[in-house]
């Protein structure tokens, strides 16, 4: 059952349910009357719920209705991009997704409200907002998000990184049949200033092929904005198969696609891999940032990011350290893949 959160409105206190999630110090507070989208976002960061917390710096509220635009008085956008349009209000910023929904964020409490009828469309936008956040605040504390699979083995950590669509989520569901091998994160671990990866769980989106040798009932739909609909398993199918602990970072292994049958893996010297982390943790290529930029408000927000791929580096220098740096090449048989890459379980 979810928390009941106590909201004032027209001078009357309601309870609303609410759903808390603590994400590395993070307190997060989603609070809505429609429960399918509530549903879904507890689903997407199950592995952070929390059943209480104090002093939540981010809220956000999902209200089901047509947006009010009259509300919003008049502005011109700021910006366009393919998926909404960017408003500076006031103190607000206004994204208005093409008339079906729209959020609003009080700049000076950090609080957004979605507003829409479209389950969801709304539902996405609020899960890119936290997404979003969450990326911010763990980038303060010095977290970065690496773009791969996580998977812990008995000497420690080992990251693949592949681009998206490019077999982490048919690895990742292998390694969870495997009593040797225990998950860290299926997209984007994370990676502190001494080298250790510390879990970070979230659904983990498929394939339709995957998703049909799994158990009916198991894999949900999600419906995208911009993109095709993605399948996703939730947390709560493979949670008992998650490593709670940071594990240091042992081999990292920079994935490759054949379209032969057979897998190989090869070490390489550790220059190797310096371009592929740049890629997928300092630049972060297939880490979803839009909401960062969407919400920004000018040059100096931009100017401001130079700390942060700082921070980021210096935390992928640290992993690469103390690992040994692989090439992994994957073929057409899924089994021999998995097979390959085994033996960095050790």
């Known amino acids: 059952m979810p928390a009941l959160l106590a909201v004032s409105s027209d001078d009357e206190t309601v309870s609303m349910p609410e759903v808390i ?37 981010v809220r956000v509220e999902i209200v089901q209705a047509p947006p009010d635009y009259d509300a919003l008085g008049e502005a011109t956008a700021s910006f366009v991009t393919p998926r909404n349009i960017v408003y500076q209000v006031g103190g607000r910023t206004v994204v208005d997704y093409f008339g079906k929904a729209v959020s609003v964020l009080d700049r000076s409490t950090g609080e957004l409200t ?35 699979l996580a998977l812990s083995g008995r000497s420690g950590a080992i990251a693949v990184m592949l681009p998206s669509g ?48 799994l ?21 709560d199918v493979f949670r008992d198969r998650i490593d709670p602990n940071p594990r240091p970072l042992r081999h990292i292994v920079v994935g490759v696609r054949s ?3 057979e897998a190989k893996l090869e070490e390489l010297p550790r220059r190797a891999a310096v371009g592929p982390m740049l890629r997928e943790a300092v630049i972060g290529v297939g880490v979803y940032q839009g909401m960062e930029f969407v919400l920004q408000q000018g040059f ?8 942060t ?28 893949n998995w097979e390959a890459l085994r033996p960095l379980l050790a």
């Not at 429960?35 to 976002?41: F, K, N, P, R």
């Not at 899960?127 to 956040?133: A, D, E, I, T, V």
């Not at 990742?172 to 009593?179: N, P, S, V």
């Open 309 to 336: 791929a700082a921070t980021r580096a210096r935390c992928c220098r640290a992993g690469l350290r103390r690992s040994q740096v692989w090439r992994l090449t994957l073929g057409r048989d899924h089994e021999r």
């Open 215 to 235: 158990p009916a009932g198991s894999v949900r739909r999600i419906e995208r904005m911009e993109f095709h609909p993605k399948l996703a398993i939730d947390l």
């Open 166 to 213: 490019g077999g982490k989520s048919t690895l990742a569901l292998r390694a969870l049949q495997d009593d040797d091998a225990r998950l860290l994160a299926e997209d984007t671990p994370l990676v502190d200033r001494h080298g250790i990866v510390h879990p970070f769980p979230l659904r983990i989106g498929i394939n339709a092929t995957d998703a049909e040798r």
């Open 21 to 57: 999630l603590a994400v590395h110090g993070l307190v997060v507070s989603v609070f809505s009357e429609w429960d399918a989208v509530l549903d879904a976002v507890r689903a997407d960061f199950a592995w952070f719920e929390a059943p209480e917390g104090a002093g939540a710096s």
């Open 300 to 307: 100096r927000d931009v100017a401001g990011k130079a700390g």
């Open 114 to 148: 979605v507003t829409g009828e479209d389950v969801h469309l709304v539902h996405e936008a609020a899960y890119l907002f936290l997404l979003s956040r969450i990326g911010e605040h763990l980038d303060r504390i010095g977290l970065i998000r690496l773009h791969s």
């Open 259 to 261: 379209l032969g049958r």
